[in-house]
Nanobody, 127 residues
Framework: QVQLVESGGGLVQAGGSLRLSCAASGRTFSAYTMAWFRQAPGKEREFVATISWSAGTYYVDSLQGRFTISRDNAKNTVYLQMNSLKADDTAVYYC?????????????????????WGQGTQVTVSS
């Protein structure tokens, strides 16, 4: 069983930055595909970014260039660097993972493609 624990959320002014972290348990983290999703109040959960075991990345088009996903396998941690934050980025951010290994350049973007989820961390951007 894999456990994911997010941290790094908080209150930030528009234009500011935050870095979210997701610490994973388990010895096979390096083989996992990891992702970030978010859910704003009154909205459905949406895909943000994903990173493969080989560090290939894929982002939702609207966030490309402002958000960066990365991983440190030695620390069993995946990160989401968020820059130039806007009020619309306010949401609960969730870390997700799956042990399924996808072919190169194939990136899972649906929630049902992930087996493990963190409890979420709140990000609030004030305008």
């Amino acid at each position: 069983q894999v456990q994911l624990v997010e941290s790094g959320g908080g209150l930030v002014q528009a234009g500011g930055s935050l870095r979210l972290s997701c610490a994973a348990s388990g010895r096979t983290f390096s083989a996992y595909t990891m992702a970030w999703f978010r859910q704003a109040p009154g909205k459905e959960r949406e895909f943000v970014a994903t990173i493969s075991w080989s560090a290939g990345t894929y982002y939702v088009d609207s966030l490309q260039g402002r958000f960066t996903i990365s991983r440190d396998n030695a620390k069993n941690t995946v990160y989401l660097q968020m820059n130039s934050l806007k009020a619309d980025d306010t949401a609960v951010y969730y870390c997700a993972g799956t042990s399924i290994i996808y072919a190169a350049a194939v990136y899972p973007t649906r929630g049902d493609q992930y087996d493990y989820w963190g409890q979420g961390t709140q990000v609030t951007v004030s305008s």
